[in-house]
């Protein structure tokens, strides 16, 4: 037994924690059958020498679990009796029994706190000790709480454009550990000694700045050394202080005459180095007006893929020790953000694949046009060279026109095509490598203006020497990948591979390119899908303190967090948006095993649905919102199914939140308020007695008193369980007789239970037929025109080729056809059912679960011709602390009675009967032999 992987609920990474109560987790590998963990201890202490040798004081501990008898490895919580000390590293470890009596140790673990108490106190002060000095009385009981406070002081230049910032650091002695905590705004890029301090881009992750600040946190200890030292500090504007550059470059979409609204007009930063030393001294490097500060040689940085660099004017050397800062001036306190600062602590955003050109072209001289292959979420890289001086235009696109230059096929958004693009002037000479700082958007064509490639120079054009596109999304931990034997459905998983993976940053966008918007339906109607391919649990946690932020007085939740625009009407209040609150911890309670956010949101929750109560129309029916958007490009309908099967759903999820928190009695009384809403949504909606229809069915109320059977009204009672146990039958059938022509009638929000009730009624043949038509709505169809990622709505001229709002077929994919379905919370118990009776003859596929690594497999080798026999072969790797239930297909109508079915193979397997199997960790070789007449 091994003790594999150990970390902390909500948290990616851990040298910053600012919280008095932890959750702790750990999987485990183990290759002896049958064995099973029987108790744990979790110790937690600052003293890692007596960690690693047993000897551990009782007065040693910060918090001791003691032993528990118990197989749990999730959600552990670690509650020391006064918090954790304030900037001090902390070890933890994990003791596990097994069966037998044996004990097993993980390795141990770090953590270091930065101010675990002071979002409790007055946020970070900066402007006061210069201009108001007489304030600092008031400020006296903030100033003495001298361990637990922040001494960092907001500095910047007083401007708001691009700027570097320096501070030398003399080292007498050499620091035992060396931890950084910074944050910039809008974006920041940290250095050490002229290297970057981690790989983090665009630190912190987008909030709302009057509220909430992320700052991050960087070991450098092997980064420092004695004598001079150099921390270095790249300020651009992102979303705190956007800024088109004076030419009508494009920067937020308009929309109803909403302007974007600064946050701050002063690019800001704030840092503090904790050094400590082997004889126990703790010395803090602050940011304050010893720091020096210039304006940087990027003079634009438009989040939206804009950004102006002049080569001439960069201070080479700059972030380095020797360098001659004689011209730099001191840093100036600044009025800095309203808002707290906290921790970061989703997965930071860093650059992954990349991508060369597939194709290189010049449509004309002086512009060469480069195809990536693949769209996603880029920056780009180039290197040129040319004479000083020479200004070199950057365009990106997802879509180019007949001669390969960059299109927007939308009219309304045509600013697209002339106010996005990077500029550069070279400073002449050597070879020039150029790649944005601050700045992203989802291209696969790239367009550079006014230059030559090597093999057709002209004149004295600067030379492009390369292009790549360098992949840009959440470092959240990469867990699942799927193929199978047919080659479009391939290149589907392929397309929703990368739309999915273009979409996730420091908020779940949508979408990378013209929006860059946190809008909220996408986090819980793409959650099941996602978490087949990402670790979602820090990133939805943060996504909740943005909806906290967000939610206003009277407990609406609007439709997107951060809210950096008020939307009008449904746009800015609509359940299937909001109701994330109370979704999103459902689903970390179902994916992840986590609880860690329920006690900050359920109030939240609370208010939210008491909001919804005075929304309520015809005694419970909520008919408001959006509807079924994106059908038919974006129209309004199905409301009433819609908006109140989403309203009986979150009143589940608070009931459960409610039930975690030990509140009995307010569990029940949200039980018995959706109980209420259920009753309603059946007397309005539900349709018993149409004599035109030989069964139940479920209408909408888009055309009162016309009665309809979509499809997608049937599948939203059935998978929210609102269809009365003797209709279900009925209600079934009137889904399948409105999906047997295999074409899409539903938008983004009736989707995802469009093909889960397909999934459960075993029509994968429906949903292949779907996916492949030849017009729209067809996911086929964005292939066959050679699209590599989805569109935002079933288009072929799209303004936006990187949503994944239509994704949700990706977690069909997964279990229906690969057939992986968890059930108890963290796949503690999950379900195997391939798609036996499908087209497909080979399917694999393997998700990192919390508890393990999943691996399925299944090769079908069919013959129906005469009596032969033919066989399935499932292959199951199962992960310690799980239990999985092997669902066998069904016999047909031609076999007899008394299949064969292995576990192992027919020499030296079991054979066992029925038509599931349990299994426990291990792998598992299951093969099913077919006798047919």
């Not at 937020?252 to 840092?271: A, I, K, S």
């Not at 008919?623 to 908006?643: M, S, T, V």
Request: proline content about 5%.
């Amino acid at each position: 037994m091994r003790i594999a992987r150990c970390g902390i609920h909500g948290f990616h990474e851990t040298l910053g924690i600012d919280v008095d109560e932890l959750r702790f987790f750990w999987s485990i590998e183990c290759g002896r059958p049958g064995s099973r963990q029987v108790a744990y201890r979790v110790e937690v202490t600052t003293d890692k020498e007596a960690l690693e040798a047993n000897e551990l004081q009782v007065s040693d501990h910060v918090w001791d679990s003691g032993r528990v008898e118990t197989d749990n490895q999730r959600n552990v919580l670690c509650k020391p009796t006064n918090g954790f000390q304030s900037t001090c590293s902390h070890y933890w470890r994990v003791t596990v029994w097994d069966d037998a009596g044996l004990a097993y140790y993980s390795a141990v673990n770090f953590f270091f706190t930065a101010y675990p108490r002071s979002s409790r106190l007055l946020p970070p002060y900066s402007m006061n000790q210069t201009y108001m000095p007489h304030s600092s009385l008031i400020f006296r009981t903030w100033f003495e709480d001298e361990s637990n406070r922040w001494k960092a002081v907001w500095i910047g230049n007083g401007g708001d454009r691009p700027l570097y910032l320096r501070k030398p650091v003399q080292l007498v002695d050499q620091p035992v550990r060396a931890i950084l905590f910074a944050s910039g705004l809008g974006h920041f890029n940290m250095t050490v000694n002229g290297k970057p301090a981690s790989n983090h881009r665009l630190d912190p992750g987008w909030t709302n700045y009057h509220r909430r600040v992320q700052y991050t946190a960087y070991d450098i200890t092997q980064s420092l050394g004695l004598g001079e030292n150099v921390l270095g500090v790249h300020l651009g504007n992102g979303f705190y202080a956007g800024e088109k550059g004076g030419e009508g470059r494009f920067f937020w979409p308009m929309y109803e005459d909403n302007t974007y609204v600064r946050y701050g007009n002063e690019l800001c930063f704030f840092g503090e180095l904790h050094l400590f030393y082997a004889d126990d001294r703790h010395e803090i490097i602050i940011s304050d007006p010893s720091w020096q500060v210039r304006n940087s040689a990027t003079t634009l940085a438009n989040i939206y893929a804009s950004e102006d660099h002049d080569r001439r004017q960069y201070p080479f050397g700059w972030d380095m020790s020797g360098f001659d800062a004689s011209g730099w001036i001191p840093a100036k306190p600044v009025t800095g953000p309203r808002g707290h600062i906290y921790y970061q602590t989703q997965p930071p955003v860093v650059l992954h694949e990349t991508f060369e050109p597939v194709k290189t072209h010049s449509p004309k001289p002086g512009i060469v046009c480069y195809d990536l292959g693949q769209n996603s979420s880029i920056m780009v890289k180039i290197t040129l060279q040319g004479t000083a001086g020479s200004e070199v235009i950057v365009r990106y696109a997802e879509s180019v026109k007949e001669d390969g230059t960059v299109l927007m096929p939308d009219p309304l958004f045509k600013e697209f095509e002339t106010g996005v693009y990077s500029r550069i002037h070279l400073a002449g000479g050597e070879i020039e490598v150029w790649e944005p700082d601050f700045s992203f958007t989802s291209a696969r064509y790239i367009q550079i203006e006014g230059v030559s490639t090597p093999e057709s120079t002209q004149g004295e054009l600067p030379v492009v020497h390369s292009v790549v596109g360098r992949h840009i999304s959440s470092a959240a931990r990469r867990l699942g990948t799927m193929r199978t034997d047919k080659e479009d459905v391939n290149s589907l998983l392929n397309a929703l591979y990368w739309t999915f993976q273009s979409n996730l940053f420091s908020y779940h966008t949508d979408c990378p390119q013209i929006e860059k918007f946190g809008w909220l339906e996408v986090t819980h109607l793409l959650a099941p899908a996602t978490q087949y391919i990402r670790d979602m649990e820090s990133l939805y946690s943060k996504i909740l303190d943005d909806i906290l932020d967000a939610q206003e007085p009277n407990g609406l939740v609007p439709t997107m967090a951060p809210e950096m625009r008020y939307m009008c009407g449904p746009l800015h209040d609509t359940i299937t948006w909001g109701g994330a609150i109370c979704l999103l911890p459902d689903i970390l309670l179902r994916y992840y095993d986590s609880t860690h956010v329920i006690p900050k949101v359920y109030p939240a929750a609370v208010r939210y649905m008491e909001y919804m109560r005075s929304k309520e129309r015809k005694g419970g029916l909520i008919e408001h919102g959006l509807g079924d958007w994106g059908r038919d490009i974006a129209f309004g309908n199905h409301q009433a199914n819609i908006e109140t099967a989403i309203y009986y759903r979150c009143l589940q999820c608070v009931a459960v939140m409610a039930t975690e928190l030990g509140k009995v009695d307010e569990a029940s009384y949200f039980t018995e308020w959706a109980d209420r809403i259920a009753k309603v949504y059946n007397k309005h909606l539900l349709v018993t007695d149409d004599p035109s229809r030989p069964y139940a069915y479920y209408t909408s109320l888009d055309n009162y008193p016309q009665r309809d059977a979509t499809a997608v009204n049937q599948a939203l009672a059935l998978q929210h369980g609102l269809v009365p146990e003797q209709h279900r039958d009925d209600v079934m059938r009137a889904f399948l007789d409105d999906t047997k022509d295999g074409r899409i009638r539903a938008g983004e929000i009736g989707l995802p239970y469009l093909f889960n009730t397909l999934g459960d009624a075993k029509r994968s043949d429906i949903v292949l037929q779907m996916a492949r038509q030849e017009e729209h709505p067809s996911y086929m169809r964005f292939l066959r025109r050679g699209e590599t990622t989805l569109s935002e709505f079933w288009q072929d001229a799209c303004r936006s080729k990187c949503h994944d709002m239509l994704g949700t077929i990706y977690e069909w994919f997964y279990a229906s056809v690969l057939g992986l379905k968890p059930v108890g919370n963290a796949y503690r118990t999950f379900v195997v059912e391939p798609a036996y009776e499908s087209e497909f003859d080979y399917i694999e596929g393997e998700v990192d679960s919390p508890y393990g690594l999943i691996t399925v497999k299944l090769n079908r080798n069919v013959e129906k011709n005469g009596d032969s026999n033919g066989t399935t072969t499932l292959w199951v790797t199962i992960p310690f602390g799980t239990t999985a239930t092997i669902k066998l297909p069904p016999l047909s109508a031609d076999e007899i009675a008394d299949r064969m079915v292995f576990v192992g193979d027919e020499k030296d397997g079991e054979r066992v009967a029925g038509e599931t199997i349990q299994l426990s960790h291990g792998l598992h070789t299951v093969v099913i032999s077919s006798i047919c007449r």
